[in-house]
């Protein structure tokens, strides 16, 4: 109950902070490419029920679903602002709206697309698809992009076990870090 509580007041008081940003790079979006301003990814959530996930349109309307590290040029697919507000993250930002909707929580496993198959299977046989999936994680400040899927899962799982409030702000600190310093972004 406490993570949640946590999850709703940073939430809102987030949204009250970056209410301009988050319209300004609407407007960016909108301005700078064809296609809808947010893009709703379709995601595996707790107890591996599909959800819809918001992010920031940074990719052309034409890019295929699926995971950026299966694609072989992912840098064709993105607009012209794409590049930027995915390495500063702020692609991320209506994420928002699916903690303040309980579908997530600002800190747990990485929701995994809808056909990443591999994902949900490792995590499901770690006893993992019970944890609300999160903004950021463990395995995101440890390597985000960069780590093999099965080495994702060991660091949700020790996640998983050693689940605290300080563990959480430590996750949610090192993010921050990490994100001034666009560490482990590939594309």
């Not at 893009?39 to 707790?46: A, C, D, N, Q, T």
Request: aromatic share 10%; hydrophobic share 45%; glycine share 6%.
């Amino acid at each position: 109950m406490m993570k949640r509580t946590f999850d709703l007041l940073l939430g809102i008081g987030l949204l009250v902070l970056l209410a301009v940003p988050l319209l300004a790079i609407a407007v960016a979006v909108r301005l700078t490419s064809e296609g809808p301003i947010l893009h709703w990814s379709k995601r595996i959530g707790r107890n591996n029920k599909i959800f819809l996930m918001p992010k920031f349109r940074s990719m052309k309307i034409s890019t295929p679903q699926v995971a950026t590290h299966l694609m072989s040029n992912p840098e064709i697919y993105l607009t012209s602002i794409g590049a930027f507000i995915r390495k500063t993250s702020l692609d991320e930002l209506p994420q928002l709206y699916s903690v303040l909707s309980g579908d997530m929580s600002f800190v747990g496993p990485r929701p995994a697309l809808f056909n990443q198959d591999d994902l949900v299977k490792l995590r499901t046989e770690r006893g993992l698809s019970h944890l609300r999936p999160g903004i950021t994680g463990w395995a995101q400040v440890n390597g985000r992009d960069e780590l093999p899927i099965p080495v994702k899962v060991e660091f949700d799982y020790f996640y998983a076990k050693n689940y605290s409030f300080w563990l959480d702000l430590k996750i949610i600190a090192m993010t921050a870090y990490k994100v001034f310093r666009a560490d482990g972004v590939q594309h």
